[in-house]
């Protein structure tokens, strides 16, 4: 019920703006408007404010809205007011009007993102964590417990803009200088070479494709709760039993407790723990249960972790008012520039469809963030208004953007695109649009079921 809501909000909120965009436009240059749809498809409510001449109303495909204007091409205009019809008025007022839509979505998102950052958002501290072999950042020389102070020149203050800087680096193949600070204090210069990247490395994680990964401090094999009726409760282990070795060898964490334990699926090992300062020895033999084909070993047991080692690589990025004024409207721009990089790259084919996502994957989002709390929410709508203002000023015939290049057009040869192409233009976007939300869709499903 959460993610319905929250979708629903979403989908509200960022449809209700786009429209008022046009609406607001329209109005200001006196176009006639007849209808505010929030929703496709049949009416389910409609209301009328005060003897105003535009009905409001609620359609049942919550997907999307528009704002119906009196328009020749829509039917026909009476005489006397043909004056207030869309097509009637100057081309670059009708521009106006069309791109007004995306423009709303954008100040949306530098609306939201201002009041994140004055409100502060949280975020992971830019600390390196173990840098992966035969990686790009390995060539580098990045170290492990470095943190990034520095990407090309702008701050990086939290893993999130580590992600956005080096995901637009990675599209345009360009080198990233990091400036970083050592565990003594010293600052050091390191770059990273993104020639070796390839379209598939952006379909998963891209930073450990590059040898990065944030720090996290060593969970060690200390066990900190019990299933119920599982393999180490019913063999004698308790809460805060801390593992020395298995079978002879030695557990220095977490991992190598889980890794014994996994390769050893329905056979005995010998484990050596230490209890209220007193070593004990037991025998195990871990259930065996399948996963992803393979059969692995499992005993019921988690770890027990250091809150307070966790939450000290966190931190909370804000500024003051005009500061986070000026950085939302840098984050919404980067971030309209790197969703248009990333299309650009899906149509030439060197980013795969697999990152395109439809409104499943869209909702579940909504639901994860709002469960996160009203920050990450928040977040997610500016980054879902960016989104849709990008996609609706892409030059396909149905969109926004299409409509200004029919405009453009216009604007140049100093009449009208014929009606026969802007027929057929309609159906061409048809036909992508549809191809865009059957990959989209696609790749939800196959989220959902191959996760």
């Not at 007011?81 to 949306?108: C, D, T, Y």
């Not at 599982?230 to 801390?242: C, I, P, S």
């Not at 972790?305 to 003051?320: G, N, R, W």
């Not at 984050?331 to 790259?345: F, H």
Request: glycine share 10%.
């Amino acid at each position: 019920m959460t993610t319905l809501l929250a979708f629903a909000v979403a989908i509200a909120v960022l449809v209700v703006f786009h429209e008022l965009g046009h609406y607001a436009v329209a109005r200001l240059f006196d176009v006639k408007v007849l209808r505010f749809s929030v929703g496709f498809g049949k009416v389910l409510y409609t209301k009328h404010f005060g003897n105003g001449e535009t009905e409001w109303v609620i359609s049942a495909i919550p997907l999307g809205g528009y704002v119906k204007m009196l328009d020749e091409h829509e039917g026909d205009v009476p005489e006397h007011e043909l004056p207030r019809a869309f097509s009637r008025k100057p081309v670059l007022q009708r521009m106006a009007i069309v791109v007004a839509g995306p423009i709303a979505n954008l100040l949306l998102a530098v609306a939201l993102y201002c009041a994140l950052f004055i409100y502060g958002v949280p975020g992971i501290k830019p600390v390196l964590g173990e840098i992966l072999p035969d990686t790009p950042a390995a060539a580098a020389g990045l170290q492990s417990k470095q943190t990034i102070v520095s990407i090309n020149g702008q701050e990086t203050p939290s893993w999130q803009e580590i992600r956005w800087v080096l995901l637009d680096l990675v599209l345009q193949k360009k080198a990233a200088n990091l400036e970083l600070r050592t565990r003594d204090d010293e600052r050091v210069f390191r770059v990273i070479e993104m020639g070796s990247m390839t379209p598939a490395d952006l379909d998963g994680d891209f930073l450990k494709k590059l040898g990065m990964q944030p720090y996290q401090p060593p969970v060690y094999p200390i066990i900190g709760k019990l299933v119920d009726g599982g393999v180490a409760q019913r063999e004698g282990m308790l809460v805060n039993d801390r593992v020395l070795r298995v079978d002879g060898q030695e557990v220095a964490l977490w991992k190598d407790w889980v890794d014994a334990v996994r390769k050893r699926p329905a056979q005995a090992m010998e484990v050596e723990f230490e209890r209220a300062g007193s070593v004990m020895k037991l025998s195990l033999t871990p259930e065996v249960f399948e996963e992803d084909g393979t059969k692995i070993g499992r005993i019921g047991a988690a770890p027990y972790i250091d809150k307070e080692a966790f939450d000290a690589m966190l931190t909370e990025v804000s500024y003051p008012p005009l500061a986070a004024l000026t950085e939302a409207v840098r984050k919404t721009w980067e971030t309209a520039v790197v969703s248009l990089k990333m299309m650009g790259k899906m149509v030439v084919g060197e980013v795969s469809l697999k990152n395109l996502s439809g409104p499943i994957t869209i909702a579940d989002y909504a639901g994860q963030s709002a469960h996160m709390g009203l920050g990450a929410y928040i977040g997610f709508l500016a980054l879902i208004s960016i989104s849709l203002g990008v996609l609706n000023l892409l030059p396909i015939p149905l969109l926004d953007g299409g409509h200004l290049l029919y405009y453009s057009v216009e604007l140049v040869k100093g009449s009208p695109v014929a009606d026969g192409l802007w027929e057929a233009g309609q159906k061409v976007g048809i036909a992508l649009l549809a191809t865009l939300m059957v990959f989209a869709l696609y790749n939800d499903i196959s989220r959902l079921i191959l996760g």
